[in-house]
């Protein structure tokens, strides 16, 4: 029903010009024709008339014969006297009263006179004072154009119909890639964003729509997917923030509690003076525990100050990174391999850079028994700074290994505190500024077992961190 309606608002207003076309080319080719059959006819009228009026100059008064004009029918012969009386009539002339021949005398020239049949009749004055009238019948010359006017009605409607025939073929195949292309957009604005806009085909303006329509399509499309994945992100984002908290909110109740428990006892005087030492120690150790948490917890959630970038000495870092471990873990066997690479320069911050390297590698000492060997290599491959810390101890839990570098991640399940254990911000501070620094960290099984971390780092960095 659409795409006939489409195709009727198209045909009728040119359906309406081809039909008045048609007939004005019918109106003038009946005239021409008209004026042509007109003009053979006053032609013998003239003719008869110079025949007539010549005889009868010679004999006087002019004999009643016919003069041959060469038509069907012979002309008929009228003589009006000076006073306007028709002197001379034929017999056959009852359509033609006097009445027209006296104001044919007086006008002159020739004209059509009489009906059913009609005349064309032309006069000349002769020499005795009389006139000549001479009409010649227009029986057969109206017969032709009626003719010609049936053929002309019967013609022009069937050129009228081939030419309506031929326009519904051209508006179809010009509107069907249009009454397609409508159905395409309103089933895209129902919601079905999965319909196949089609190939390009028709004219080339109905071709460009197409391409045009596939790729607001396109686009459409893209946009719906960013918005899908940022609202899936904003919610993963809700879900950390609200995982970030309660962890955030457990590790800061813990030594909360320690110091309250502790505090709750001396004012119950329930604390010897040696209880009071061992509670001052406790005391102690669980502020430094507190202050650690929230130093890290502020690294972590504050925005990272922007310094300018300068050289840093990868190799150099590292070095520093591993004499601070040996001090820090003396039960483990702590080395670096820089000899193929004694120095690796990228942009950067030398502090936070080695903030990041040293957080891996005590990472690596908590997380693994006394005397495993713990390893921290450079290297540069296609124009990237490899920095790994590598440990063949017991690996980490298949459980977490997606989650390591979120906050108050550990390797194990559970939440208890072991005495050499974090709160599990160390690898999300190293993330973090790794990550600052346009780089990435990525943890992968030592073979043989243990951790391999592996920091990628550009050769050169943004101006500004």
């Known amino acids: 029903m659409k795409s006939f309606g489409v195709r009727s608002t198209m045909l009728v207003p040119l359906l309406g010009a081809l039909t008045l076309g048609s007939a004005a080319l019918g109106l003038f080719v009946y005239r021409a024709v008209e004026r042509d059959q007109f003009a053979i006819v006053d032609g013998e009228v003239t003719r008869a008339l110079a025949a007539s009026v010549g005889s009868s100059a010679r004999d006087r008064p002019a004999r009643d014969t016919a003069v041959d004009t060469g038509s069907i029918e012979p002309p008929l012969q009228f003589v009006v006297g000076p006073d306007g009386t028709v002197i001379q009539r034929p017999a056959s002339s009852e359509t033609i009263d006097d009445a027209q021949l006296a104001q044919l005398v007086a006008e002159g020239g020739i004209t059509t006179v009489g009906a059913d049949p009609r005349y064309r009749a032309g006069s000349r004055t002769r020499a005795d004072g009389t006139t000549l009238v001479m009409a010649l019948s227009l029986r057969s010359v109206d017969a032709s154009l009626d003719s010609l006017r049936r053929n002309l009605l019967l013609g022009g409607g069937v050129l009228v119909a081939v030419q309506a025939l031929i326009v519904l073929a051209v508006a179809r195949r010009v509107a069907r890639p249009v009454v397609r292309l409508s159905g395409v957009a309103h089933r895209i604005a129902a919601g079905d964003f999965d319909t196949d806009v089609g190939r390009s085909e028709g004219p080339r303006e109905t071709a460009a729509l197409t391409d045009d329509l596939a790729a607001m399509l396109a686009r459409l499309l893209a946009a719906l997917d960013e918005r899908q994945r940022a ?223 592996t920091i990628r780092l550009g050769a050169r960095r943004s101006p500004n961190l």
Not at 244 to 252: C, T, V
Not at 311 to 334: K, M, N, Q, T, W
């Open 231 to 453: 609202a899936a992100g904003a919610e993963r984002a809700r879900a950390d923030m609200e995982r970030f908290m309660a962890d955030a909110s457990h590790e800061l109740r813990t030594p909360l509690t320690a110091l309250r428990g502790y505090s709750e006892l001396h004012q119950a005087g329930m604390l010897d003076e040696d209880g009071i030492d061992r509670a001052m120690v406790r005391i102690g150790a669980e502020s430094d525990r507190l202050s650690s948490l929230v130093r890290d917890l502020l690294q972590l959630v504050q925005p990272t100050h922007r310094r300018a970038a300068e050289p840093v000495d990868v190799a150099a870092i590292v070095s520093a990174v591993v004499h601070d471990l040996r001090a820090a873990h003396p039960s483990h066997e702590i080395r670096h391999d820089l000899d193929a690479h004694a120095a690796c320069i990228v942009d950067g911050d030398a502090e936070r850079l080695h903030q990041a390297v040293l957080n891996l590698g005590a990472n690596a000492c908590q997380h693994t028994p006394a005397g495993t060997e713990i390893v921290i290599t450079v290297a540069q491959r296609d124009g990237e700074t490899l920095v790994a810390v590598i440990d063949d101890g017991p690996g980490i839990d298949s459980g977490v290994a997606t989650t390591i570098f979120q906050p108050f991640t550990r390797g194990e399940t559970s939440r208890s505190r072991s005495s050499h254990d974090g709160a599990g911000l160390g690898l999300a501070i190293a993330d973090r500024i790794v990550g600052h620094h346009g780089g990435s960290i990525v943890c992968s099984p030592t073979p043989g077992g243990g951790a391999t971390f």
